[in-house]
């Protein structure tokens, strides 16, 4: 909005709103006339912008009005609670920062109110009395943070280990004593109780100085690449030990970053210094719930690229570590145990196996134990991931355990994943002590509308209450969080984040979060996944392409048969296909696209439809959303007579037969497309363009990031399914009046991939976080601590009690039935 410019931004949007209000009085008291006619509410964004623009007739003042500051403060308000004569509003002007004002409607006055305020007037709304409770659990989590550095640009928000160096910078900078952390910290550096990098001679700074500047001078006269072992026992006179490098150039270099940070410390050379010293050798990872296997079980429900990120991740984190290893000069082991949830019925896959070696990987394994009830009866069945909550203190208890006896020790770093993976990692890094990272591929609290302020309703279904808090514990806890993309934790111009929609919000009636996890806190990162290069790779590879599986695919995508596998037939195969793979999830949308296809008579002419997801029938299903989106999808068959143009598979479950899969659809010179209501990332979007294929995915969330509108692919707008389906037809046309123009896509697909998302990219980045914010958990100690405090406090009095509110009757856990 051009003019919001001609404001002063430095104001406050309630210094500046009644200056504004006035100059329209007249039809700004006929708009909040309208907001406020219908009662008390929850408004939307859109909702305001419609009934601003219906309160008025005046179309030349109805333009100067939304190009004026009240038009910017509307556009930029993500809800409005209306508790009438007063509006409150929520305005969030730039990603991550959020403004809240009550007007009232009678005279146009205008407040400046908190959070605090602005939730309890939405509460009103839901739970009148709650709101009205001034001993209503109230959670402040950034009180603890008073002395924590923050961002303050939304611009850097993401790239936090960036600042974090700058921010160590200045605190062992601070007086003479500021080094003695880090010269602690590297004096406790060990491997299996061997020292490492120093010893205890050197327990002044000024000792180590000297040490480090006898033993540059010495690597400097040496040939480049003299193997450590041969000065070994020099250094050892030193009080230095192995861990600089392994060789004299590569000792050289780390000696002079350590000098440098400890003459004057500066960011680049303490990222360098972070990124080299050996401090991760054994990671945990935890992925609890679903089916964690390498085999059989991608696509059943709850099981999706969750299990693909963590077996590439782990394949990318074991060979950096090998490197890094090898290049600190030391000759260990490293070891990284995925930790998941042992399922003792589960035919056709090997999830009831307790130990499972990670393939392509020499030193990595999957570990299995099962849930187990406060009774101590294990569940033998899978249960779905919003009903796990009542057993996983008891896992966090159990793994710890066996991880500790697998590893013979503790790990050095642990990683969560999604809500239930990081609440067990938070309850065993804080019972070890270790550096704790977490990652929410989804959120779920984003995925629903109002689930927050609704949680009562769902609650019976998704148990929101305990997964919100969960997360709420694990993001508090963690030193670090990884994300896939900047939208996943500030979204975008017009949507807020995943994460930044956790910093104030509330449950009615249980507990308000005023403040729940602040984005500008330097623990968040972008380290964006890849797709397994080796399995998706382009079409145009003809010699690596593998054929064996061309008679399986011929099968499932032009047989004319219908069965357990697929259902409807494609009449004319040399039309190009429309294809999309998801989980039968209902925010996958494949209904959705299924819906836009059957509508768009244009695009069934130009293009085929065919689908992959979930399963095809209602009894083989135990989940109740893919239950529901399995009736849809049949009556949409029925509905648009889709048959002739239209194959629904059952979900594929062999990544390397999909691999070849997405290339044959690109043979096609089809395109894939990705229609989810709301992705966090979308592994099955890079996968494609690796394949070659020109990709059209959702514009609401990660999608958005890796693709660029009409460059490198396509935004669709899934609220939108007749201009989604339209831009998709249009592609078609296109492609068959110029040969060039499928090619285009797919070539400059390939080439976003291969510049911005690659496992290894990824895995550096992840390491040196492990570094890095080892570090400054140890510097931050007291503030971390009382927050711990807090934390504790929190999952003691309120987590556990919902947790074991959801747990299924005795009896029914005693059959390992979950419930229903
Ligand atoms: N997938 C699969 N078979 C299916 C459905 C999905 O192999 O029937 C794979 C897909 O190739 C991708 C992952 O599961 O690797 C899905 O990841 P994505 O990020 O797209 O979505 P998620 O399921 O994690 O929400
Ligand atoms: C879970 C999701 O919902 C997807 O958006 C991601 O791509 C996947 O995990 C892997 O990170």
Redesign the pocket.
Known sequence: MAASLSFKRSDSIAESMPEALKQSRYQMKRCFAKYVSKGKRLMKNQQLMEELEKSMDDKVEKTKLMEGFLGYIICSTQEAAVLPPFVAFAVRPHPGIWEYVKVNSEDLSVDGITASDYLKFKEMIFDEKWAKDENALEIDFGAFDQSTPHLTLPSSVGNGIHYLAKFLSSKLSEDSESMKPLLDYLLALNYRSENLMINSTLNTVSKLQTALLLAEVFVSSLPKNTPFQKFEERFEEWGLEKGWGDTAERVKETLNSLSEVLQAPDPLNMEKFFSRIPTVFNIVIFSVHGYFGQADV??LPD???????ILDQVKALEEELLLRIKQQGLSVMPQILVVTRLIPESPGTKCSQELEPILNTKHSHILRLPFKTEFNVVMKKWVSRFDVYPYLERYAQDAADKILEHLEGKPDLIIGNYSDGNLVASLMARKLGITLGTIA??LEKTKYEDSDIKWKELDPKYHFSCQFSADMIAMNSADFIITSTYQEIAGSKDRPGQYESHNAFTLPGLCRFVSGINIFDPKFNIASPG?DQFIFFPHTQKQKRLTNFHPAIEELLYSNVENEEHIGYLTDREKPIVFS???L?TV?NISGLTEWYGRNERLRELANLVV???YLDTSKSKDREEINEIKKMHSLIEKYQLKGQFRWI??????YR?GELYRCIADSRGAFV?PAVY???????I?AMNCGLPTFATNQGGPAEIIIDGISGFHINPSNGEEASNKIADFFEKCRDDGSYWQKYSTAGLARIYESYTWKIYANKVLDMGSSYGFWRQLNKEEKQAKQRYIQMFYNLHFRNLARATAPSSTEAGQGREKA
């Open positions: 991608l696509g099981t999706g690229g969750q299990v693909v990120y591929h989804a797709a793979m998801a989980r999830d996958k992959v997801a979930g059952a979900a594929q479950t062999d990544r999909n990705q992705e966090a990332f979308g592994l099955t979007v996968e």
